[in-house]
């Protein structure tokens, strides 16, 4: 077998990347399905999508802790603690679905910052109301995710996301649209709701499909076997809320300076708001890169750092910042280019374009800084280094991103003689704020490296 970094590397990460690309891909097509029905439903999708996707990934993230808590069995050898791990991920779900739902099923204090309109606001609720049953379901699918990538054996994750977004595909229009021609009425027509109850058929179709791999599969079976099932053994539960709640905290922190964004841009009308949209999920899908190359680093970097083959571990960071820096170079380069078809095929409208053509430079302009962060911040988890990134997080994207962008997108800065800069306020203050968690990542790791190179 062929051992050497980037082949290891590309090995893990593509399946990730397409699992993650067919993911983002829901998104997409809730943009534009739902943007086909009205300005309002793709509002309240806005503003619904940024308060359900900022309490799911922060939750993803707490659950994500069992990727490197594997891997580093895996090195160790020890399938016994391996095993044990996984049978416990369904009680570290469950409690985390529990406080998830509260939330959702009470969103009034989150969706008040946006100001909405009776009507978006009732629209934004049912969404969220919809959202929360498929919760459960969801945080169930990324423990068989982290598991996976612990395993090093992500490719059913591509083949189950495929499935999961070509049947939203199919599933959405009829869910959302309703279109009559003559006596016969086709599709349901319910909106926002609409794409949201396609979400939550299909993720629990999803994590079902997940359980059934884990009894199944082989691998899976060799680590079961040595393990049993038990109640809430709180001790590795706290192990892994240890280090997962810093993560978690760090996707919150790192997602909300794009969520909370969208909420308060909500206040400079729907147009502004949609075009923002778009961008938004320009940089989602394009983030998908690192973000799977930093996935395979954890996991890898994770095997390495458990069976103390550090220089290995070292090798496998190197290798991953090389191919996400270039890839997403290329990304960046692309986004530029192509930025007026990219606003049209998100809105017809072309208010919402222009929006749109105007943001797209801010996200090409950080892609080289946002790689970087994202692959030294993974190769940390695969070290359990997880509380000093969320402070560098905590620092740039709050304090530079969301409470600087706050303050450059409706007060400008009066003493540089800056105006009011609207939705590029919050773009710009974005770029600032992943260059800086660049730095502080990126300096963490190499300091972490030393120390274990360091004698005694």
């Known amino acids: 077998m062929d051992r050497t970094p980037f082949v290891r590397l590309g090995r893990l990460a593509w399946p990730v990347l397409i699992a993650q690309l067919a993911t983002i891909g829901m998104m997409a097509i809730d943009t534009v399905v739902v943007g086909r029905s009205n300005t309002d439903n793709l509002a309240a999708l806005a503003v619904g999508a940024s308060v359900y996707v900022s309490l799911a990934l922060a939750l993803s993230g707490v659950v994500q802790a069992l990727l490197p808590g594997v891997a580093h069995q895996i090195g160790r050898g020890d399938a016994a603690a391996a095993g044990k791990l996984i049978f416990q991920a369904f009680w570290l779900v469950l409690l985390l679905a529990v406080f998830g739902d509260l939330v959702l099923f009470f969103p009034g204090w989150m969706i008040a910052l946006a100001e909405l309109t009776p009507a978006v606001e009732a629209l934004t609720r049912d969404y969220l109301f919809i959202l929360a049953f498929s919760l459960p379901a969801s945080l169930g699918y990324r423990a068989f995710h982290a598991i996976a990538g612990g395993v090093g054996r992500t490719r059913p994750l591509m083949w189950l996301s495929l499935g999961q977004t070509t049947g939203h595909a199919l599933m959405a229009p009829v869910l959302v649209d309703s279109l009559t021609i003559g006596t016969l009425t086709l599709g349901v027509g319910l909106g926002a709701s609409g794409a949201a109850l396609s979400q939550a058929i299909l993720a629990w179709l999803v994590c079902g499909a997940g359980v059934v791999v884990l009894c199944k599969s082989p691998v899976y079976r060799n680590l079961l076997k040595n393990a049993r099932w038990s109640g809430p053994d709180w001790k590795s539960l706290g192990q892994l809320m240890r280090v997962g709640l810093p993560m978690g ?169 800056i105006a009011p800069m609207g939705a590029a306020g919050f773009w710009s203050a974005v770029l600032g704020a992943t260059v800086l968690a660049a730095i502080g990542l990126v300096g963490l790791l190499i300091w972490v490296q030393r120390l274990r190179r360091a004698p005694g």
């Open 249 to 417: 905290l760090s996707y919150f922190v790192e997602i909300t300076a794009f969520t909370v964004m969208a909420i308060f841009i909500a206040r400079l009308g729907p147009e502004v708001l949609s075009g923002h949209r778009i961008v938004a999920n320009l940089s989602a899908m394009v983030y998908m890169f690192p973000l799977a190359i930093g996935t395979a680093t954890a996991a890898l970097v994770g095997q390495s750092a458990g069976a103390d083959r550090d220089a290995e571990a070292r090798a496998m960071a190197r290798s991953a910042f090389w191919v996400a820096c270039v890839g997403s170079g290329i990304l960046a380069v692309l986004l530029w280019e192509f930025r007026s078809v990219l606003a049209w095929l998100g809105s017809p409208d072309e208010n919402v374009q222009a929006v749109a053509i105007g943001l797209v430079g801010f996200v090409a302009a950080y892609q080289l800084f946002d790689a970087a962060q994202t692959v030294a911040a993974f190769a940390l988890r695969g070290y359990h280094v997880t509380l000093l990134p969320l402070g560098i997080h905590l620092t740039a994207f709050w304090l530079i991103g969301l409470w600087g962008g706050y303050q450059l997108a409706f007060y400008g800065l009066p003493m540089l003689s």
